[in-house]
């Protein structure tokens, strides 16, 4: 199975400033279609997961545009430009490359 | 409106089977695989597999392999996934979303919380 590792796993946040979350695989995410199929996932309090960004750094419809995704391979990267109350949860990238569809472990971002 | 509308919470005893309902709306229910999740209480997310809604072929996550049984009604338009041989590990949130091909998944159900207990 492949391994997802994020870090930090702990993010307490000053509203306004940037947020910066990291994702390594344990092999490499580009399939021969030249997408690496690596999503990211937002769950809330006490709410359902929500797609944030699909294939590294496309935004699923309605994510703000401080959020962004970039990486290839086997690193990946979640920005947000200026963190805001309503973006506390836990934050979690996903493989889709081959089944089983594996997660990491989350990063719980708050605000400070 | 675009939702998946999940069954109610479940208490099972050790041994037992659990049968969770995950039905769409505003959309076309043949258009999109259906996958089935898990969250243990402060536990990160499982994925256990998918279940397709024309054909009813599936994919199972090896853990769950023997145990795990996902199902589609084209007459209801609504997804089905059975757990057999409950243990208190089954204890948790399980949550259908729909899958957006290889694009993630875009729409999740509410979820249902299955608590297994003597």
């Known amino acids: 199975d492949i391994v997802l590792t994020q870090s930090p796993l702990s993010l307490p946040v000053t509203p306004g400033e940037p947020a910066s979350i990291s994702c390594r695989s344990s092999q490499s995410l580009l399939d021969t279609t030249g997408n690496n199929y690596l999503h990211w996932y937002l769950q809330k309090p006490g709410q359902s997961p929500q797609l944030l960004i699909h294939?590294?750094?496309n935004r699923a419809s309605g994510v703000p545009d401080r959020f962004s995704g970039s990486g290839s391979g086997t690193e990946y990267t979640l920005k947000i430009r200026r963190v805001q109350a309503e973006d506390v949860g836990v934050y979690y990238c996903?493989?889709?490359?081959?089944?089983?569809?594996?997660f990491g472990q989350g990063t719980k971002l708050d605000i400070k | 409106q675009v939702q998946l509308v999940q069954s109610g919470p479940e208490v099972k005893k050790p041994g037992a089977s659990v049968k969770v309902s995950c039905k769409p709306s505003?959309?076309?229910?043949?258009?999109?695989?259906m996958n089935w999740f898990r969250q243990a209480p402060g536990q990160g997310l499982k994925w256990m597999g998918w279940v397709g809604p024309k054909r009813g072929d599936t994919i199972y996550a090896q853990n769950f392999q023997g145990r795990v049984t996902m199902t589609r009604d084209t007459s209801t338009r609504t997804f089905y996934m059975e757990l057999r041989g409950l243990t208190s590990g089954d204890t948790a949130v399980y949550y259908c979303?729909?899958?957006?091909?290889?694009?993630?998944?875009?729409?999740w159900g509410q979820g249902t919380t299955v608590t297994v207990s003597s």
């Open positions: 505003g959309y076309t229910f043949t258009d999109y695989h």
């Open positions: 979303a729909r899958d957006w091909a290889y694009r993630g998944f875009d729409l």
């Open positions: 996903m493989q889709a490359l081959q089944a089983p569809y594996t």
């Open positions: 294939l590294t750094s």
